[in-house]
């Protein structure tokens, strides 16, 4: 049975055989976020290992990681589960996450791949040059509120209007899947920035205010703050931890 969605395809994808090295040439390096001080721009993935589609913008997107004043993050769903291959990183939250974004989008149908800038635009991205221009225009959000760290909370300073506050846990290493089943079956896929945990700390109203982070991340997974206008809002400002 087809999912209940549709899958965008581009021919402009990346040529078959690639490298993810080789990909990082066609993306400039940028400044850090540290030394232009301004938070990274959030660039979210939804993808599914069971999509044949998906592979090429998700080697634009491992490439894109490389840059400091960007923060990739992929995140697995699961409507293509039923065509014979589950895939190892989906859960039905990101699955609702990407609908949250398809109604603020004022869609009525979710697709693969995804890429989602700042939470305020999308593209399918597998043209890379049109990936590229889609981050350059991403609008940043006026008088966002900074965000400090400690060891066990985290701060929003003051600012304008009210959005959720979220920590997002990460892989930063590349995790090769082997896919046995479904439509790349015999591929072995890489996955990177790959999302494990999706935690609301709480709601912010403008003021400043601190959350507690609840609980240890899992050995390896690096995390990130993201305060987020609800229901699929544009983010406000983002920080690594």
């Known amino acids: 049975m087809i999912p209940k969605t549709f899958v965008r395809r581009q021919i402009a994808a990346a040529p078959i055989g690639l490298t993810i090295a080789a990909l990082v040439s066609f993306f400039p390096v940028s400044p850090s976020a540290a030394e232009t001080n301004t938070p990274p721009t959030v660039v979210e993935l939804f993808q599914s290992q069971g999509c044949s589609s998906c592979p090429p913008t998700n080697a634009n997107v491992i490439a894109l990681s490389e840059r400091s004043d960007l923060l990739t993050l992929s995140f697995g769903v699961t409507y293509w589960d039923q065509l014979g291959w589950k895939d190892t990183f989906a859960t039905a939250q990101y699955t609702a996450r990407q609908w949250d974004y398809a109604h603020a989008f004022h869609r009525k149908t979710v697709f693969t791949p995804q890429v989602v800038i700042n939470g305020s635009t999308d593209l399918v991205g597998q043209d890379r040059a049109e990936l590229g221009e889609a981050i350059k225009r ?59 945990q999706l935690l609301k700390l709480g709601e912010w109203s ?34 690594r931890r």
């Open 206 to 239: 403008g003021s400043e205010l601190s959350y507690k982070i609840p609980n240890a991340a899992r050995a390896g997974l690096r995390e990130a703050v993201l305060v987020q206008r609800a229901s699929g809002g544009p983010i406000l400002t983002a920080a």
């Open 138 to 196: 991403a609008r940043k959000a006026a008088n966002a509120p900074g965000i400090a760290n400690s060891p066990d909370a985290v701060t929003v300073g003051n600012g304008s209007g009210r959005a959720d506050v979220w920590l997002v846990r990460y892989d930063p290493a590349i995790v090769q899947v082997p896919i046995q089943r479904g439509e790349n079956t015999g591929r072995t896929l890489p996955h990177k920035n790959v999302v494990h």
